[in-house]
């Protein structure tokens, strides 16, 4: 039973060391939304979360408000580069 069981995830770990690289069908719409996050389009939205973090933060007389789309703002830009490091990364 032990042996069957190291088998099948021994089988399964492969198999997931590929799983960056197929499904060629949704790299056009991979690529559009990396383009989007990572160009003008997502440095307007983490311009925006900011704005209105701000603009909060000024009507509660706090700023904490700010830190939270701060926050959202940086993760938006520097996700799709985390992201693609961990998919392609060689093991």
């Not at 997931?16 to 991979?30: C, D, H, I, P, R």
């Not at 160009?39 to 933060?57: E, H, K, M, S, T």
């Amino acid at each position: 039973m032990k042996k069957s069981l190291l088998l099948v995830s021994l089988l399964t770990a492969s198999s997931m060391a590929f799983a960056g690289t197929t499904g060629e069908e949704f790299q056009t719409l991979y690529e559009l939304v990396n383009d989007w996050a990572t160009g003008y389009l997502g440095r307007a939205i983490a311009l925006i979360f900011l704005l209105v973090g701000l603009g909060v933060g000024v009507l509660r007389g706090s700023l904490i408000g700010a830190v939270g789309c701060l926050g959202a703002a940086m993760c938006l830009l520097i996700a799709p580069t985390v992201i693609e490091g961990i998919l392609t990364a060689v093991i």
